[in-house]
Every structure is written in structure tokens, then in C-alpha cells.
């Protein structure tokens, strides 16, 4: 039992837009700060951002600020990552994540299994 699966993966052109869900079936949803990470071909796993547990405040490494939008709705166990203007540096597996801790500190806590964006140039 995977506590948390992401979908919403594909390939698309450059320019385009994608939105990645991930369920969460962690008990006490609303206690953790949520995260998404990336990991493109020859690099590390980089940090995009993340959610504080009221989903009222958001970080997001420079890189994506003003293209990526998390989200999560805490009443159906779901946080989002809608991609806009995509480019295709963010070729990657995506991963969900959660932490006990600060959402802005990359040391989560539990990972999903990730789903592959594509972007084509």
C-alpha cells in the first residue's frame, strides 16, 4: 500500500500545460506538509516546491516560481502540481511527497512512485 500515487504524467510540447495529482492516503492528511520533487535524466532530485498543511502558503525553487502552481485539497486527501509554460528542462519524473517537518525543507518523510513528464521541444 503505496500512501501516495501520482498520476497525470505525459509527454507534451513545449508551451504546454499539465496538471500531476497526487492521493494521499496517509492517515491525518491535513498534518503534513506536502512537496513536489523532479528528477530530470543525468541530474539529482531536485526540490520544485512545497505546501504548507492549510495549503495557505507555497515555495517553489526559482526555476518553475511563476510557471508552477501547488495546490492540495485537504477535504479529498489531493495535492496538485499544475505545470504551465513548460519547457523541456522540466523533462523529469515527478514524485510526490509529505513531511513532518517544514515544507520548505526538502527532507521529506514519505515519496510516491513518481510519474514521467515529457516536454518536447
Known amino acids: 500500500q503505496v500512501p501516495l500515487v501520482e498520476s497525470g504524467g505525459g509527454s507534451v510540447q513545449a508551451g504546454g500545460s499539465l496538471r500531476l495529482s497526487c492521493a494521499v492516503s496517509?492517515?491525518?492528511?491535513?498534518?503534513?506538509?506536502m512537496g513536489w520533487f523532479r528528477r530530470a535524466p543525468g541530474k539529482e532530485r531536485e526540490f520544485v516546491g512545497g505546501i504548507s498543511r492549510s495549503g495557505f502558503t507555497t515555495y517553489y525553487v526559482d526555476s518553475v516560481k511563476g510557471r508552477f502552481t501547488i495546490s492540495r485539497d485537504n477535504a479529498k486527501n489531493m495535492v496538485y502540481l499544475q505545470m504551465s509554460s513548460l519547457k523541456p528542462e522540466d523533462t523529469a519524473v515527478y514524485y510526490c511527497?509529505?513531511?513532518?517537518?517544514?515544507?520548505?525543507?526538502?527532507?521529506?518523510?514519505?515519496w510516491g512512485q513518481g510519474t514521467q513528464v515529457t516536454v518536447s521541444s
Open positions: 496517509l492517515r491525518t492528511f491535513d498534518n503534513y506538509g
Open positions: 511527497a509529505a513531511t513532518y517537518g517544514n515544507y520548505r525543507d526538502p527532507r521529506y518523510n514519505y
